[in-house]
């Protein structure tokens, strides 16, 4: 990130320019940098360490007091470029928290499979007998899940049918789910 101070020199807000456009193409952006940029010769090598920058700090949570921390131990910035483009990053970070945080979120979502519960219907039949057991009492759960891909090109239906024991063992799956998913909410 140290490469910041190159921006600054093009003009006063040359860092803030380059950090908000290092943002935009966190958010799928394409960013034209030999335009946007023309002279500078490290853009990839500022921009890796600005988005790593970006995704420690807001995957983290840190404060700002934090942030500062950070920046002044000199991992990231030192030096005159933390002199002089300390302020931007702060600037640049704590306006578009949200939407790293948002991109940071959709990214790891994204990693996890290709599709996502779009919708579901159930029913709960009862087996009062069969041609073996003249009473039998069994409840029968039928899921029906919708799927939607992630690249949107359609919906895949699931039907499960779970008898009790096996509905018990689902529910308590996905109780298990349902707790690490609540310890791992940003």
């Excluded at 970070?93 to 499979?113: A, C, D, H, P, Y």
């Excluded at 069994?138 to 096996?166: F, M, R, V």
Aim: hydrophobic content about 35%; charged content about 30%.
């Amino acid at each position: 990130m140290n490469g910041l101070v190159e921006f600054l020199k093009q003009d006063q807000e040359g860092a803030e320019k380059f950090l908000h456009g290092v943002v935009d193409e966190m958010k799928g952006d394409d960013i034209l940098w030999s335009r946007r940029f023309p002279e500078s010769k490290n853009v990839e090598e500022t921009k890796k360490g600005c988005v790593s920058f970006f995704k420690k700090i807001v995957g983290e949570s840190l404060s700002k007091e934090q942030v500062v921390s950070l920046l002044q131990s000199g991992e990231y910035l030192s030096g005159e470029a933390l002199k002089q483009c300390g302020m931007a990053v702060i600037q640049v970070w704590s306006s578009r928290r949200e939407e790293i945080q948002k991109v940071l979120v959709n990214s790891t979502s994204n990693q996890f499979g290709e599709s996502y519960l779009r919708d579901f219907d159930w029913k709960v039949y009862l087996t009062l007998s069969s041609d073996k057991i003249s009473t039998l009492r069994d409840p029968l759960l039928l899921l029906n899940l919708a799927l939607q891909n992630n690249d949107k090109k359609g919906i895949d239906q699931i039907l499960i049918e779970l008898p009790k024991d096996s509905l018990q063992s689902f529910i308590h799956s996905l109780e298990e789910i349902n707790e690490v998913v609540q310890d791992l909410r940003v």
